[in-house]
């Protein structure tokens, strides 16, 4: 077991570090876009086994958004801490606001506010309850009135 454990923990070393890994020769785009080209493949897989014919499409639809969504979030996320080591003023301080920095900073009130609005909608009672102590009439009285 231990030496399974050493063989996975290298074999994670050689693909995620960039000076070891296969595809360290490649331009940052191009790796980006094999990533997004193997969480296709992989969802796919993943959706085949996981979901029924009926619900595989949004299944598979949800779970590459999901991984692409988390491709792209890490990509720029590396790229902005990259930048910020190359260029440490502020952006504040440069007057630099590109449009990813702002649609960045707007997804993240966006999805913070949903959260929280999932969570209050999970959580609150419904004062609006009125007590149902059911009709007033049977079924047969009120069959009645139409049939004469």
Do not use: C
């Not at 940052?28 to 009926?54: D, E, G, H, M, N």
């Amino acid at each position: 077991m231990e030496s399974f454990k050493n063989w996975m923990t290298e074999a994670a070393n050689i693909m995620f570090d960039d000076s070891k890994n296969d595809l360290r020769s490649l331009p940052k785009s191009v790796r980006l876009q094999i990533l997004i080209v193997l969480s296709f493949v992989w969802s796919t897989v993943f959706s085949l086994y996981v979901f029924s014919v009926t619900s595989f499409i949004f299944g598979w639809a949800g779970v590459v958004m999901a991984h692409i969504g988390l491709i792209i979030a890490v990509y720029i996320t590396f790229k902005f801490f990259h930048k910020k080591q190359e260029q440490p003023v502020s952006v504040f301080q440069s007057g630099n606001y590109n449009p990813a920095k702002i649609f960045a900073v707007f997804f993240i009130v966006f999805f913070i506010f949903i959260f929280t609005k999932g969570i209050d909608v999970l959580t609150r009672t419904n004062s609006y309850e009125t007590p149902y102590s059911g009709p007033e009439t049977t079924t047969e009285e009120r069959i009645k009135r139409f049939v004469k």
